[in-house]
């Protein structure tokens, strides 16, 4: 059903109208935000076929249309509610779920919804030049999809912060808009959302790794004892799994032809002669975003993790395969990095959820990285991928600070300093990696030299479906 007022909703938005009018108030600061920060070059004379959530049902889900992107209709939509819902873990297990934020976790509530709000539009500022290098554009259909659910994600917690949290929320909903990836002054709350994503083996890399986290947050919200969090958690997560699409077949698709041009190279050639992306640079890239996503999940040992679980606020992916949800008497085996060696040391449970959950994410992107590999393997070649050790290149958490290999291996900062660009991309990679996107490709089938087609197109279409179109 496609509703007819400004802001397409599943909320009954009419009902409240100074939430209604609040919500009118800010969309045009976000619609201004878009076409200043959003994607550079594709504002006004692009149309792109795009699937817009008009309802939650699978019908109104995947509902495509050609829309030009500053009318792409944002809307707020929450999963449908599940009746008699009960508090899953933490303190008040069993009890019924809130409608409203109870008082005393406001500012933790709060601090959680607008730290999952600023990573949205941090994304879509971060991916803002990558129009002008695209592979094809069926891809850059894809980023453009991306963008505009990152923009309704944005949407879902500012709902959240007008409907509950007031003034307050007001205030947080317009520095959303305010603070800037990569800017000096008013950065993005978290550190991988600072970095820039100029080239579009980052932005795979990215929706494969930074995408996954997102989804392992959204898992843990999903827990909440808030209600609309939950929900509109819920909800979010079935967009999210296209992102992550997106970037998994992304590099599943540079792998193929990266194999293909080894074969021409003669194997021990190089394909950066062919124009190809060599596996050391594809493993760079890999190591760079999976360990500032570890980050992304925070400390090991934190009592924000510990205090978020036992108020119910937060908790882990899928609670309820857990046996126990109290979790109040059990501990976490960890391991220390002391005097230069490791130590075991049993953690208090709750004061180790953020390292549950990564441990959660760590298996998803190994699963990831099981089915990148099978690609080598089918074209008869001995290189695989491999995540690096969790210690690797950490900036956030016990290992920050100290420097380690992939392996795990501890190094000076001297060896470090000397190494890392066996490891890291470096400026020279960069800089490879732009030469040979410099043209951007917008005729409909044709692919740059890098990446192999996809197996099929958007919405059963063909492959080379005009996805994007300059208006008629
Ligand atoms: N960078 O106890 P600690 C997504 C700060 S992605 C900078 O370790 P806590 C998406 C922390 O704020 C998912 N600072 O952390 C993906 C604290 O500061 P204060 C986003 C960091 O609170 C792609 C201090 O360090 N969702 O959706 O347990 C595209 C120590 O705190 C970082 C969420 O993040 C960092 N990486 O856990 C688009 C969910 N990490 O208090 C979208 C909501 C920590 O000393 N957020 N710090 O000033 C949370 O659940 C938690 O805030 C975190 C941090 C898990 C992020």
Redesign the pocket.
């Known amino acids: 059903m496609i509703s007819a007022e400004k802001i397409p909703n599943n909320v009954n938005l009419s009902s409240n109208k100074r939430l209604q009018r609040a919500l009118e108030h800010w969309q045009p600061k976000y619609i201004q935000w878009w076409r200043d920060m959003g994607p550079q070059g594709f504002q006004d004379y692009h149309q792109v076929y795009v699937r817009t959530a008009i309802s939650v049902d699978p019908e109104g889900w995947a509902h495509f249309e050609y829309v030009k992107l500053p009318e792409y209709r944002w809307g707020i939509f929450l999963a449908d509610p599940v009746h008699d819902r009960r508090i899953g873990f933490g303190d008040f297990l069993g009890q019924p779920v809130w409608q409203e934020v109870p008082g005393e976790f406001r500012n933790q509530l709060r601090r959680?919804i607008v730290?999952?709000g600023d990573?949205?539009p941090a994304?879509v500022e971060q991916q803002r030049l990558l129009g002008q290098r695209c592979p094809s554009l069926y891809d850059l259909r894809n980023l453009f999809q991306v963008n505009v659910e990152?923009g309704r994600?944005l949407w879902a917690m500012v709902y959240l912060l007008h409907s509950y949290f007031g003034r307050d929320g007001r205030d947080e909903a317009e520095e959303l808009l305010e603070r800037q990836s990569g800017n000096r002054d008013k950065p993005r709350?978290?550190?991988?959302f600072n970095e820039p994503i100029d080239n579009w083996l980052d932005f795979f890399m990215f929706t494969m790794f930074?995408?996954r986290?997102?989804k392992s947050?959204?898992m843990s919200?999903s827990e909440s004892s808030l209600d609309p969090l939950s929900r509109t958690t819920r909800f979010m997560l079935t967009e999210e799994a296209h992102h992550m699409f997106v970037g998994e077949t992304g590099i599943a698709r540079i792998l193929e032809r990266t194999c293909q041009l080894m074969k021409q190279a003669g194997f021990s050639g190089d394909v950066r002669k062919l124009g190809g992306i060599d596996m050391p640079t594809i493993q760079k890239h890999l190591n760079l975003w999976f360990s500032l996503s570890l980050?992304?999940?925070?400390?090991e040992v934190?009592?924000?993790?510990a205090t978020?679980f036992a108020n119910g606020l937060?908790g882990r992916a899928k609670e309820d395969t857990f046996d126990e949800h109290v979790v109040k008497d059990s501990y976490y085996r960890m391991e220390f990095f002391e005097d230069g060696k490791p130590v075991t040391k049993e953690i208090l449970m709750r004061n180790a959820m953020?390292e549950v959950l990564r441990d959660w994410y760590v298996g998803d992107c190994a699963a990831g990285v099981v089915r990148w590999n099978r690609i080598l393997e089918q074209h008869g070649l001995s290189e695989r991928l491999r995540l690096p050790d969790r210690k690797f290149h950490r900036g956030?958490?016990m290992y920050s600070g100290f420097h380690f290999d992939p392996n795990g291996v501890p190094l000076t900062s001297e060896q470090w300093e000397q190494r890392k660009h066996e490891w890291l991309p470096s400026t020279a990679d960069a800089e490879y990696l732009l030469s040979i996107m410099a043209e951007p490709i917008y005729e409909p089938g044709k692919f740059a030299n890098y990446i192999a087609p996809p197996r099929r197109g958007i919405n059963q279409l063909p492959i080379d479906f005009q996805y994007i179109r300059t208006e008629q």
């Open positions: 959680l730290t999952q990573t949205e994304s990152e994600h709350i978290l550190e991988a930074t995408d986290d997102g947050q959204l919200l980050d992304l999940h925070g400390s934190s009592s924000n993790a978020y937060k953020n956030i958490g």
